[in-house]
């Protein structure tokens, strides 16, 4: 807001024989279309002791002070001033996202190799983490503890290829994991971002700078190091892994293409993206394996384990579906550079804590190949955001 005005009483003296004209101009050079109109009262002025004044009728002219400038249009009041105070309060915010999300992602590996061992049927494993998530968010939204998105046909139909990959992936990883260890399905899952350059490249024409092509060296290498050394390596888990390292390329690929211009947040995105999923996989995993098989391993699995089996089930669906939530929600708050470092760490913390939990073999070259490959995916997110940031430039 312009200052208040002080005029010098000289102007209007006796001895200023000046004109009107001569005041006038100097407040109406102001353009009265560019300024924002001011909170003062308005200023009459009037000429009493020009003698020229006295063959005119008098009259009161307002001049209407307007303010050239506003706080909205300077250039530093523009730049946000965050207080120390927000910005620790958005770190430790970010921070307890990734230590909730790979804390639970932990806890869903442990009980989902568990499950496994005792009951080995992964599409049914795979369809009961669908239907618990389900389950959980209908739920939420039925009871109003989360407001339920609003959808509409167009946006079922542009999920639906995301439900479809994604639906691969889930229950490739989980066949996986029921045929080699933990750590080395995570090993071989690292190699994701090669898949999603050669996908880009060779599918969808895109090109790539020299240094994110070279950045794929140690995660080829790496996944390959560790695949030849495995002590217990089994064909069905690595191209399980495979399979699901190219699914949730292509998920990734048709979300961002389906998805522009809809606005669900994070957490009922992944919900609807369950439900989507829970109704493709459902009658394959009938085909496939079927109640008949369903019986009879259960049946074993109560007389090997108990009825712990019902307490590793249930608790190996909850945490699928919190941790991918937890990651969804993530997103929503931190850049895909962060997120992406974000999910290399998260593997760390799956691959050594599964290694020491089940107390898996694992030899010095091929922890070396494991090392390799997942600093060749931390790599790779590091010339990727540098690569986006040079473009948007």
Known sequence: MIPAVKLSPAAFSVTNQRSKSAFVPSVSILNMKKFASCSLRPLYLTRLDDPHTSELKPRRQLLDFRCAASAADDKE????????SSEAAQKLKISIYFATWWA???IFNIYNKKVLNAFPYPWLTSTLSLVCGSAMMLFSWVTCLVEAPKTDLDFWKALFPVAVAHTIGHVAATVSMSKVAVSFTHIIKSAEPAFSVLVSRFILGESFPMPV?????????GCGLAAATELNFNMIGFMGAMISNLAFVFRNIFSKRGM???????????????IMSLVILTPFAIAMEGPQMWATGWQKALADVGPNVLWWIGAQSVFYHLYNQVSYMSLDQISPLTFSIGNTMKRISVIVSSIIIFRTPVRPVNALGAAIAIFGTFLYSQVRFMDEECLQK
């Open 104 to 106: 639970l992602n932990v």
């Open 213 to 221: 092509y070279l950045s794929l060296l140690p995660i080829i290498g």
């Open 260 to 274: 522009k211009g809809k606005s669900v947040s994070g957490m009922n995105y992944y919900a609807c993206l369950s």
């Open 77 to 84: 009041s523009k730049a946000e001033v965050v207080p120390a």
